[in-house]
């Protein structure tokens, strides 16, 4: 099996392309940055930079709605190949080819790529909003904490 879910940031706006040919297909490709889990003491936050690659209505979707620093969630599978560069080099590739893609924050919570610190939302509605008020003691009678 070969599979990959990766929450992060993109790292610039997507590349998109076009294939030429009878059918042509939408080429995306962006890279993301992957918080690491766990840092060591002392260190920094520390991130993997994942290259992602989109094809179709995806790259659509992306070329269309994804930015600098816009927090997405993907899922995809894991791609590896080479190149020979124009020196004579091999180049080795690692690639998520992506799946599924989409948004991991609300538009109002994104601020330019910036980190931003996500409070609990003050409610808006008024009293007698149709809910039932459960009056006070009745914990111990419910079978769920």
Request: with cysteine; hydrophobic share 30%.
């Amino acid at each position: 099996m070969n599979k990959v879910i990766l929450m992060g940031r993109l790292t610039k706006d997507p590349e998109v392309r076009y294939s030429t040919g009878d059918s042509q297909t939408t080429i995306a490709r962006y890279s993301l940055a992957v918080d690491r889990r766990f840092k060591r003491d002392g260190d920094e936050q520390t991130a993997d930079f994942i290259n992602c690659v989109v094809f179709g209505k995806g790259a659509e979707f992306a070329e269309k709605y994804l930015r600098r620093g816009t927090k997405i969630a993907v899922s995809g599978r894991l791609q590896t190949g080479s190149y020979t560069n124009k020196d004579g080099v091999k180049v080795y590739t690692t690639d998520v080819i992506i799946e599924d893609q989409e948004f991991a924050e609300s538009k109002a919570n994104a601020s330019d790529g910036a980190y931003t610190a996500v409070s609990k939302p003050e409610s808006t509605t008024p009293i007698g909003d149709g809910f039932m008020n459960i009056p006070d003691g009745i914990d111990e009678e419910l079978p769920f904490n």
